[in-house]
């Protein structure tokens, strides 16, 4: 079976540090990759997508960059963070032919700019 | 542009009445329509889908029709319980689209004993 996950579950870090969350998925090949962002009270906004290794598509101008460096390895980077990165970050995984539509997420990271 | 509209919370229930989510959208095309579920503290769950018009998606006594003329995908509950207590997003697909997901803004449910 397939299965998602994603470190670390919280992180608490000073403004102007660096950010590296990573994800990973098992049981599958060739997913394609996403990481959603949910800002306190508010929804889920699609951050970064990916339908192969190297390939990377950005929704939103922002603060943070993406990178797929292996087929399952989905890791979301800032080189200085800012207080308004602040928020609960999910990665989701779905299958590549479209399937039925469906993405799977991982449990989120909760991280706290301060 | 494609958009999804749900009813704004909180939504304050006690245990065994009726739950009802109002969710609309806007889509160019033929969506493919979702429910997920929050749970306090965790990533998000699906809980029901529906791929065309007059389907109906349910699970774990929660269900949505998705109605084609009325561009909307209600989830309903005849009879909530304490564990049901989460956040409920509404969220379209389209395959034109890369399958990825459009949210509306979330439903909090609180159920009260």
């Known amino acids: 079976s397939q299965t998602i996950h994603q470190w670390p579950a919280t992180l608490v870090q000073p403004v102007g540090s660096p950010l590296s969350l990573e994800c990973t998925v098992e049981?599958?090949?060739?997913?394609?990759l996403y990481w959603y962002r949910q800002a306190a009270g508010r929804g889920l906004q699609l951050l970064f997508y990916?339908?192969?290794?190297?390939?990377i598509s950005s929704e939103v101008p922002q603060n943070l960059s993406a990178s797929r460096p292996q087929d399952r390895q989905f890791i979301l980077s800032s080189k200085k963070l800012l207080l308004s990165d602040s928020g609960f970050y999910l990665c989701?995984?779905?299958?590549?032919?479209?399937?039925?539509?469906?993405?799977?997420f991982g449990a989120g990271t909760r991280l706290s700019v301060l | 542009g494609n958009s999804v509209t749900q009813m704004e919370g909180p939504v304050t229930l006690s245990e065994e009445a009726f739950l009802t989510i109002n969710c609309t959208y806007t889509?160019?095309?033929?969506?493919?329509l979702f429910w997920y579920v929050q749970y306090p503290g965790e990533g998000l769950q699906l809980l029901l889908k529906?791929?065309?018009?007059?389907d109906k998606g349910s699970n774990k006594g929660f269900e949505a029709t998705y109605r084609k003329e009325t561009t909307s995908f209600h989830l309903e509950k005849g009879s909530v319980q304490v564990s049901d207590s989460a956040v409920y997003f509404c969220?379209?697909?389209?395959?034109?689209?890369?399958?990825?997901?459009?949210f509306g803004g979330g439903t909090r449910v609180l159920v009260k004993p």
């Open positions: 989701a995984w779905s299958n590549s032919d479209g399937g039925k539509n469906i993405q799977y």
């Open positions: 049981g599958t090949s060739n997913p394609n």
């Open positions: 990916s339908v192969g290794i190297g390939q």
């Open positions: 889509a160019t095309g033929y969506p493919s």
């Open positions: 529906a791929t065309k018009a007059d």
């Open positions: 969220a379209l697909s389209l395959k034109a689209a890369g399958n990825k997901l459009t």
